[in-house]
């Protein structure tokens, strides 16, 4: 693969771009070479559970004043970098909107059992935000995996309704609308085939979008899950020794020497 056959490079934010746990949390040398790859003509989208808000604060912080082309928030939306701001992509995230809604009243009953179940069973913090009827805030990961179990035989009769999960976070989203399908609106606003994509992730919510449908290279660092190791070696992709934005570094320096 060479520099100028890289379309797009999406990745994930928390655990794959950006660990708290690095200094500096996003690693000078993988911005030096998105940048450089951005000279060839490649487009830089990051996807992320994180609101607008939230994001900016850290990327501002931490990403030496290169900002990405794209960027999706709440797995859902998405947004492009112009004239020093980000726009929204109207019409996409528009159509998320009103698919959220109608989802989430037609699945209201579903949701507060959920919700009282997860309440009545766990010490956890359930609530309600702009974006999902219940969000989770469990108290550790065991509690968030049998969570996610429970939650997930519920869904298996409403093929609509997802549970998105990183870590202990979680909430309901449109089970048709993930990083994956805002991946796939940003190529096709620039009419980019998969081939030219790579997709970086390291948890559940990333999985969607670590599909080769939507990026033929895929990438995960060496902190990534099980489930999502698994997933990546299934799909040929290439897992890194090396933690998060180190281990997108890596990935994209194997890309650069062969294809995998």
């Not at 000078?28 to 990051?46: D, N, S």
């Not at 559940?204 to 099980?226: E, G, T, Y």
Request: with cysteine; charged share 25%.
């Amino acid at each position: 693969m060479t520099k100028n056959s890289i379309y797009l490079l999406c990745t994930d934010f928390d655990g794959t771009l950006y660990s708290e746990s690095h200094s500096p949390r996003i690693p000078e040398k993988l911005i030096e070479m998105i940048q450089e790859l951005r000279k060839q003509g490649m487009l830089w989208m990051v996807n992320t559970g994180r609101d607008l808000e939230y994001l900016l604060e850290s990327l501002v912080e931490h990403s030496s004043g290169v900002m990405p082309d794209y960027i999706g928030v709440v797995e859902r939306e998405v947004f492009k970098y112009r004239s020093g701001e980000y726009h929204p992509v109207n019409h996409w995230n528009q159509h998320s909107r009103a698919a959220h809604k109608t989802l989430f009243e037609r699945h209201s009953p579903l949701m507060s059992e959920v919700s009282e179940w997860i309440s009545s069973q766990f010490q956890a913090e359930v609530y309600e935000d702009l974006h999902s009827p219940v969000c989770l805030i469990a108290k550790n990961n065991e509690d968030a995996d049998q969570i996610h179990s429970f939650v997930n035989s519920k869904l298996k009769d409403f093929s609509d309704l997802a549970w998105v999960r990183n870590d202990v976070y979680a909430r309901f989203s449109h089970a048709n609308i993930h990083k994956g399908t805002i991946l796939n609106e940003v190529s096709k606003l620039h009419k980019l085939h998969a081939t030219g994509i790579i997709a970086a992730g390291d948890h559940f919510n990333d999985i969607p979008m670590l599909n080769r449908r939507f990026a033929n290279h895929l990438v995960a660092p060496s902190n990534a899950i099980p489930e999502v190791q698994d997933h990546i070696a299934r799909n040929n992709g290439y897992i890194s020794h090396f933690e998060a934005g180190h281990g997108v570094l890596d990935g994209l320096r194997v890309l650069l020497e062969k294809e995998f």
